[in-house]
């Protein structure tokens, strides 16, 4: 059985979490290991569980404890390049990720990593390089596309094939234009190298998505440009539009900015 559960899904910190049985791995680790470990222990799980650490990007909200953990507990790190150049720049993240435990990876290449098999592939973001990941693993796939200002017919294809998908839904439109936010901060999030919209998110699942797909969480949510219920609404609406029901034909959840979500149980 495969297992997920994430630990904070926002700009203040990034870090999910995936288990089979005897395996577990860490996408993104944007989070404080103090508040990762008391959150771990609430539910049964401990840090020694983890043996891989997968990298989307180089952007402190998701690598601000990469280089610690990798260190204090001997686990690889695997990204790209490029993200590996990143982290190693980035003036936010005082402990690097030493040299013998980055793992380099492609996008559009297939990596066995423990119980997993992960392709990375590419989404637009202005970090160094951003890549989603679509994670196999005893007959149930998973895919997590996160700060993406725009969607590629590559990452409609992992769309299409996903049985659970967890999907940045950052923002609404209306809220960042009336906002408080300056012009240029505003053309960055709005950008084809920025943030995907609550509708752009809805649109991406409704056009794109199979009969096989079970469960959806939005994640990346905005605390200044958006809202938890108001997210969850707008996709609800763009689904119905097209004559899908959250609730009967797949489950949507909103992932939590800074707490965990519980374990969810995926089939």
């Known amino acids: 059985m495969l297992r997920f559960i994430s630990f904070g899904s926002g700009s203040s910190g990034n870090c999910y979490m995936l288990m089979t049985p005897s395996d577990a791995l860490l996408i993104d680790l944007g989070v404080g290991l103090r ?3 008391k959150a771990m222990r609430e539910y049964g799980l401990s ?6 650490v997968l990298v989307t990007h180089d952007h402190a909200d998701h690598i601000k404890s990469v280089g610690s953990f990798s260190h204090d507990y001997q686990v690889p790190v695997y990204a790209t390049r490029e993200v590996h150049i990143g982290i190693t720049k980035n003036y936010c ?8 435990m980055a793992r380099f990876i492609e996008k559009g290449r297939q990596e066995p990593i423990g119980d997993f098999r992960v392709t990375p592939f590419g989404v637009p973001h202005d970090s160094s390089d951003n890549v989603g990941f679509f994670i196999e693993a005893g007959g149930t796939n998973f895919c997590i596309m996160t700060d993406a200002g725009d969607v590629t017919d590559e990452m409609k294809s992992f769309i299409s094939q996903a049985h659970h998908l967890v999907i940045e839904a950052n923002h609404d439109e209306e809220m960042v234009m009336g906002g408080p936010y300056p012009q240029f901060l505003k053309a960055r999030i709005l950008s084809e190298t920025g943030h995907l919209s609550n509708r752009n998110c809805a649109m991406a699942v409704a056009e794109n998505m199979s009969e096989k797909l079970q469960h959806v969480w939005l994640c990346h949510l905005s605390e200044e440009n958006n809202h938890p219920e ?3 609404k707008t996709v609800e609406g763009v689904l119905r539009s097209y004559g899908i029901v959250a609730g009967a034909d797949l489950q949507l959840e909103v ?4 707490s965990p979500t519980g374990i969810f149980d995926l089939e």
């Open 47 to 52: 840090l020694s569980q983890i043996h891989h």
């Open 93 to 100: 993240i005082t402990q690097k990720v030493s040299p013998d």
């Open 255 to 258: 992932l939590k900015r800074n």
């Open 35 to 37: 508040g990762l470990k």
């Open 230 to 232: 108001l997210a969850r």
